[in-house]
C-alpha cells in the first residue's frame, strides 16, 4: 500500500485522518508550494445528499447545469477546472466529517471520490480511456474530529470496488477493480476486513 500523497498522481485517493495529523500539515503544505490549491468543505454541511451536492457546487463554483446527483458529481469533479488556480493539482479537504459515519450513503460517496480522483489524476474520460486534457492532482481528506478513521472502515469498504487500508492511524481507500486500473493504478486489491493470522 502506497502512503497518502497530496502531490503525486496516484493512489490512495481518498485519506480518512484526525484533525490534528501533521501528515496533512505536510501534504498541503508541499501542495501549495507546488502552487497547487487546497479547497475545504464543512463534513456538517454533507449529512444529506441534497446539502451534499449543493455544498460542493457552492464550494467548487460547478457550473449551473450540474445535475445534483452521484453521477453528476464524478463528472463535475473530474472535468473541474474552473477553481481558480495557475495549476490544476488540488486537494478537496472536508472538516468535521465525523457525521458522516451515520450517513446510509457512505458506501457510494467514498467510491464517488475515488472515482473522481482516479478520472482527473490519469485525466481518463468516462470510458477510461485517455482525455485530450492534461492530468492534474486531486485527492480527497476527510477530517475526523471525535471519531477514530478505523470506525469507517467497512462504510467505506461497503463501496462497489474500493479497498480500504488502515496505516499509521490513517484509513486509505483507493479503486479496485481492474477496469480501474489501465497501467496507472500501482495499487493491488486488499481485502477488508483484514485476513485473521
Not at 463528472?75 to 446510509?104: F, M, Q, R
Request: proline share 8%; glycine share 12%.
Amino acid at each position: 500500500m502506497n502512503s497518502p500523497t497530496l502531490t503525486e498522481r496516484r493512489s490512495p485517493w481518498v485519506v480518512l485522518a484526525t484533525a490534528d495529523d501533521p501528515w496533512l500539515t505536510a501534504g498541503t503544505a508541499a501542495l501549495q508550494a507546488r502552487g497547487g490549491r487546497v479547497l475545504r468543505l464543512d463534513g456538517r454541511d454533507l449529512l444529506r445528499p441534497a446539502s451534499l451536492f449543493d455544498a460542493f457546487a457552492r464550494e467548487l463554483g460547478f457550473p449551473g447545469y450540474f445535475g445534483r446527483n452521484w453521477d453528476a458529481l464524478v463528472d463535475c469533479l473530474h472535468d473541474w477546472h474552473g477553481h481558480g488556480g495557475a495549476t490544476k493539482d488540488v486537494a478537496i479537504v472536508v472538516d468535521h466529517a465525523d457525521g458522516l459515519l451515520g450517513a446510509e450513503f457512505l458506501g457510494l460517496f467514498v467510491p464517488v471520490l475515488c472515482q473522481a480522483a482516479w478520472k482527473s489524476n490519469l485525466q481518463l474520460d468516462a470510458d477510461g480511456d485517455p482525455h485530450g486534457e492534461s492530468p492534474f492532482t486531486q485527492h480527497f481528506v476527510l477530517l475526523l474530529d471525535h471519531t477514530a478513521p478505523a470506525a469507517f472502515a467497512d462504510g467505506a469498504a461497503a463501496g462497489t470496488d474500493v479497498g480500504v487500508a488502515l496505516t499509521d492511524g490513517r484509513l486509505t481507500a483507493t479503486l479496485t477493480g481492474e477496469e480501474c486500473r489501465p497501467g496507472a493504478d500501482p495499487v493491488d486489491a486488499f481485502p477488508w476486513p483484514p485476513p485473521e493470522g
